[in-house]
Nanobody, 125 residues
Framework: HVQLVESGGGSVEPGGSLRLSCAAS????????MGWFRQAPGKEREGVAA???????TYTYSVKDRFTISKDNDKNTLYLQMNSLEPEDTAMYYC????????????????????WGQGTQVTVS
């Protein structure tokens, strides 16, 4: 059974930075595709960044060049470094995982992921 626990959220001013972490247990990140999603109040959950088993990242356009996704296979932890934060980045952030390859173009399809964390709140104001 895979468990994901996010941490690192908080409140920052515009232009600030945060680093989110997602500690995984029950699955080795070296064979797991992982992603960060977010959901703002009144909006649908959207994919933000994803990383495949080889460590190749994918970003949604709005965060490209500001956010960096990475993983430490030894620590079994996924990270999301968020710089130049904007009020529009305010949301609950979730990490997700699936121990299978994800087809090209579906990295931000929620249905591709089996496991989800409880989320960590990020507020930019």
């Amino acid at each position: 059974h895979v468990q994901l626990v996010e941490s690192g959220g908080g409140s920052v001013e515009p232009g600030g930075s945060l680093r989110l972490s997602c500690a995984a247990s029950g699955a080795a990140l070296s064979v797991t595709c992982m992603g960060w999603f977010r959901q703002a109040p009144g909006k649908e959950r959207e994919g933000v960044a994803a990383i495949d088993r080889a460590g190749n990242p994918t970003y949604t356009y709005s965060v490209k060049d500001r956010f960096t996704i990475s993983k430490d296979n030894d620590k079994n932890t996924l990270y999301l470094q968020m710089n130049s934060l904007e009020p529009e980045d305010t949301a609950m952030y979730y990490c997700a995982a699936v121990p299978l390859p994800i087809p090209v173009g579906l990295a931000f399809d929620e249905n591709e992921y089996n496991y989800w964390g409880q989320g960590t709140q990020v507020t930019v104001s």
